[in-house]
């Protein structure tokens, strides 16, 4: 089982930057492909960001390109999501979720889930 838990959320101003941090237990992480989904209230889960097992392949939401970098530290089980030059629509929970080996952008091919931080950018 893989244990997955996220923080670095919290309130910030339009323009503001946060690094949301996603640390991983009981499994070897590195064979572990990681994404970043975020859901509004009201909202369906959407895809974020991703990042695959070696690091070297990484995806990112057409909303977020430009402002956020994923990236990962194997030795540390642990991967980041730095987002910056926010705005109030990326308020939303986020979640950390990892799948073995491939990656991909849907939801539903993650086996783990962290339990989310909350997001909110507002003046």
């Known amino acids: 089982q893989l244990q997955l838990v996220e923080s670095g959320g919290g309130l910030v101003q339009p323009g503001g930057s946060l690094r949301l941090t996603c640390a991983a237990a009981g499994r070897t992480f590195s064979s572990y492909a990681t994404g970043w989904f975020r859901q509004a209230p009201g909202k369906e889960r959407k895809f974020v960001s991703a990042i695959s097992w070696t690091g070297d392949i990484t995806y990112y939401a057409d909303s977020v390109k430009g402002r956020f970098t994923i990236s990962r530290d194997n030795a540390k089980n642990t991967v980041y999501l730095q987002m910056n030059n926010l705005k109030p629509e990326d308020t939303a929970v986020y979640y950390c979720?990892?799948?073995?080996?491939?990656?991909?952008?849907?939801?539903?091919?993650?086996?783990?889930w962290g339990q989310g931080t909350q997001v909110t950018v507002s003046s």
């Open positions: 979720a990892a799948r073995y080996l491939a990656v991909t952008l849907m939801p539903g091919d993650y086996d783990y």
